[in-house]
């Protein structure tokens, strides 16, 4: 994919770091806590662009300090700003992302600005939209937003991608139909059909059961598992790179901006290119939780490389 469009969410991480969660009711006492560029779709266009695609954001921020700095981290490292709208009286969002010794995370967003970004804000771009090859969208707008954007860029032939976090179970039968790619990990899978999913097995069944609603391709993402990929032809396991997680905080964020950088849908070797991107997105995301943060983890295309070179 070489032009990228993200519409979705930005929010300053206040990421606090912890020996172990609280437990309901408990108070602890933190180690750190530190201001860091986030939000799931900011985090998508940031690791794209880091490496080495063209992509445009289109999101909502408020005139609060905090906009500036989602903004400007993203200009920053090239990603197209002009679609991000900032609105008057309202806070950007924010995240509170608590993360304990074994770089597990627990995150409440306040959606702030998010909320604001409406359909027509969205249709406000539809240039950005005609010029991209793939758009990607997630949870944290509002879910009439995210149909209405997987409508469009399905009606104009391009790829659409959803990362359906925050999982919810009340997502409607349009938007399933409208998606070409869906990556949820196994608690978002849960939440979105319903079903179990503590076997391989009823992994595979509950992928196949958004297949039926409509997805083109599920890729389920198993943490230090892997991932396995679910189509109408090919179910196939990818597993991960051992690494010393200290923070996943933006795993499933690079893992796909990573993939979507990679993947070359078009030609005889499709289903080829889907798997050496699922490769590459691991090796994207294996890096990241190396490091501590969301946008401050991500790693750029040379780095990626480096550690590639490491293993050949
Ligand atoms: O996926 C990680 C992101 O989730 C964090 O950066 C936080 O802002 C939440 O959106």
Redesign the pocket.
């Given at each position: 994919m070489e032009q990228i469009v993200v519409v979705g969410?930005l929010?300053m991480?206040f990421a606090v770091e912890v020996k172990e969660m609280p437990e309901k009711g408990e108070t602890i006492l933190g180690k750190k806590v530190s201001l860091i560029p986030?939000?799931?779709g900011a985090?998508q266009a940031y690791a794209v662009s880091r490496l080495g695609k063209k992509v445009q954001m289109i999101g909502a921020v408020g005139t609060d300090i905090f906009g500036d700095k989602l903004v400007g981290n993203l200009e920053k490292a090239g990603v197209g700003t002009e679609g991000i709208c900032r609105v008057e009286n309202r806070e950007s969002?924010q995240?509170f992302?608590f993360v304990n010794e074994a770089g597990e995370n627990s995150?409440t967003?306040i959606q702030g600005a998010n909320q604001d970004l409406t359909e027509a804000r969205v249709d406000e771009n539809e240039e950005r939209i005609d010029r991209c090859d793939a758009v990607v969208i997630q949870l944290?707008v509002p879910v009439p937003t995210v149909v209405h954007t997987a409508q469009v860029a399905r009606k104009k032939g391009k790829l659409v991608y959803l990362d359906p976090?925050p999982a919810r179970p009340d997502l409607p039968d349009e938007l399933f139909a409208s998606v070409d790619i869906m990556k949820p990990n196994e608690t978002e899978l849960k939440i979105l059909t319903g079903m179990e999913v503590s076997t391989g097995k009823e992994i595979i069944l509950a992928a196949k059961s958004l297949l039926k609603k409509g997805v083109g391709a599920v890729i389920v993402t198993l943490g230090e598992k892997g991932c396995v990929l679910v189509t109408e032809k090919l179910v196939k396991e990818f597993p991960a790179r051992k690494v010393n997680a200290v923070d996943t905080?933006?795993a499933?964020?690079s893992f796909t901006a990573g993939f979507l950088a990679a993947y070359e849908p078009d030609g005889e070797k499709r289903e080829e290119n889907l798997e050496e991107a699922l490769l590459f997105a691991g090796k994207v995301s294996a890096i990241a939780v190396t490091r501590k943060g969301?946008q401050s983890s991500i790693p750029t295309l040379a780095e990626v490389m480096e550690e590639q070179k490491g293993e050949d």
């Open positions: 969410s929010n991480d986030g939000g799931k985090n969002g995240a992302v995150i967003v944290e976090a905080t933006a499933g964020d969301a």
